[in-house]
């Protein structure tokens, strides 16, 4: 008999224990969520001083600085070519022959055609051939028997021979839109990165040297999208950059330091105001109006509201709906 009460009595305290787990580690929590009792450690952040950076970020295009254009002078057959593309010529040096007139049975006499520059030798890209994908293009020097049409005073309506560029100073054009264009100005740093080199990719530190004054086509043979143009100077020192390899640039526009900030996912704006919920200890927290700042994708200045070294929560208190 005694066994059976003793057995009985073991059965029901197990049965207990078991029950009195579920409700403290399972139900309670739960209910205690449901009425907004519960706070996660992990969902809270410290008002602190920091730095807030807004940056415009764009992409573009690698070119160099200077790109000059080399043509014949008469109009004619080409007859020899004397350079290599990725030769390194001086203003003045002879590049080529050129013999005036349409064929070869009109008698005059080979003239030389010159560059008006010192730089490397790179090949002419045919501007009727833009819309083309540049596995279309005849991207090589002309060939031997070419007619090139010849300019003495505007090479824009000669063909070009070829191309000589100095690549000591590389630019990146790029295309903003008209709320941007307002903070931007000659002169502002700019950090650039070449986007071929992925997680390789070091910082490089270049400055804005134009800022478009009115809108321009800044999309291509898909696009018709407009934009203002601002070109990054970069010098290119001893990287190894190519022509026509993507870049990504970063342009600093407001900085400010030392000042109060929040977490950008510690911000709720409801009916154009602004309020964080301050956290009070143990499973507390208080909604408070703010006043904010500036602010970019990772922190949020706060110029009132809060004090430095009160914590906010980054995600909404049980029971609040928003």
């Known amino acids: 008999m005694i066994k059976k009460i003793l057995k009985g009595t073991v059965i029901f305290l197990l049965i207990a224990g078991v029950l009195a ?22 969902d809270v952040a410290d008002v602190k001083k920091d730095t807030v950076e807004i940056a415009l970020k764009a992409s573009g295009t690698v070119t160099a600085k200077q790109d000059v254009k080399v043509t014949a002078k008469p109009s004619g057959i080409l007859k020899a070519v004397y350079v290599k593309e990725g030769q390194y010529v001086k203003k003045g040096q002879e590049v ?22 010192s730089g490397t030798v790179v090949k002419c890209i045919d501007p009727n051939n833009t819309e083309k994908d540049l596995s279309e293009r005849d991207l090589s020097l002309p060939r031997l028997g070419t007619f090139l049409n010849g300019s003495y005073d505007a090479a824009d309506n000669a063909t070009c021979f070829l191309r000589v560029v100095n690549m000591d100073t590389l630019l990146i054009p790029v295309y903003v839109s008209e709320q941007q264009v307002m903070k931007l100005k000659q002169g502002m740093p700019a950090t650039v990165k070449i986007n071929a080199l992925g997680d390789e990719a070091t910082d490089l530190q270049g400055k804005v040297s134009h800022v478009s004054t009115q809108t321009e086509k800044s999309g291509n043979r898909w696009s018709d999208s407009k934009g203002f143009l601002v070109i990054v100077e970069l010098p290119r020192g ?24 929040i977490p950008a996912n510690a911000l709720f704006e409801k009916e154009g105001k602004s309020y964080a919920f301050k956290f009070l200890g143990g499973n507390k927290s208080e909604k408070v109006e703010i006043e904010t700042g500036i602010a970019n994708d990772r922190l949020v200045e706060v110029t009132k509201g809060l004090a430095e070294n009160d914590k906010v929560l980054t995600a909404l208190p049980y029971g609040e709906s928003w």
């Not at 787990?21 to 450690?41: E, Q, R, S, T």
Request: aromatic share 8%.
């Open 238 to 261: 001893k990287q190894n950059i190519l022509l026509g390899v993507n870049a990504s640039v970063t342009i600093p526009v407001q900085k400010k330091e030392d000042v109060l900030v």
């Open 21 to 42: 787990g579920i409700w403290f580690y399972g139900v309670k929590p739960l209910i205690a969520k449901i009425k907004g009792d519960v706070i996660n450690l992990s």
């Open 96 to 117: 080529g022959l050129i013999k005036p007139g349409k064929n070869e049975f009109e008698d005059y006499k080979p003239m030389p055609i010159y560059t008006e520059a």
